[in-house]
């Protein structure tokens, strides 16, 4: 989740929330994927050359919306099909335990029979 403050308001933007995004005339309407900081959302959005995509965006570009888009349809097929988003180890962050469970030790040496 996102923490944006609109008037004092603190509001959160929730994976599979649906939203429009960018400002004016121009606005998408998308569904939140992913949240991976504060300065970022990962939203399924229709690009009209090329059906739908991922597009990461600032979240202070994204205003609720309350109807079902025409669109929303294909983002949820999208989302559906992708896998998940990746957890900090990935990112290069530790985890606690090494490896797989159930293996503590590595592989012993094994002899060629001499």
């Known amino acids: 989740m996102v923490a944006r403050t609109k008037l004092g308001v603190v509001e959160m933007t ?7 995004v960018g400002v004016g005339g ?4 998308g569904i939140v994927f992913d949240t991976p900081s504060r300065s970022k959302a990962v939203v399924a959005v229709v690009d009209p050359d090329r059906g739908p995509r991922f597009r990461t965006v600032n979240p202070k570009e994204l ?4 109807d079902e ?3 929303d349809r294909a983002l949820q097929l999208l989302i559906r099909r992708t896998p998940p988003a990746v957890s900090g180890a990935a990112r290069g962050a530790r985890t ?5 469970p159930g293996f503590k030790r590595g592989a012993a040496h094994r002899t060629t029979g001499r």
């Open 63 to 66: 205003t609720k919306r309350e």
């Open 14 to 20: 929730k994976i599979g929330e649906l939203v429009k």
């Open 69 to 71: 888009g025409p669109d």
């Open 26 to 29: 121009s606005a998408r309407d």
């Open 96 to 100: 606690g335990g090494r490896g797989q």
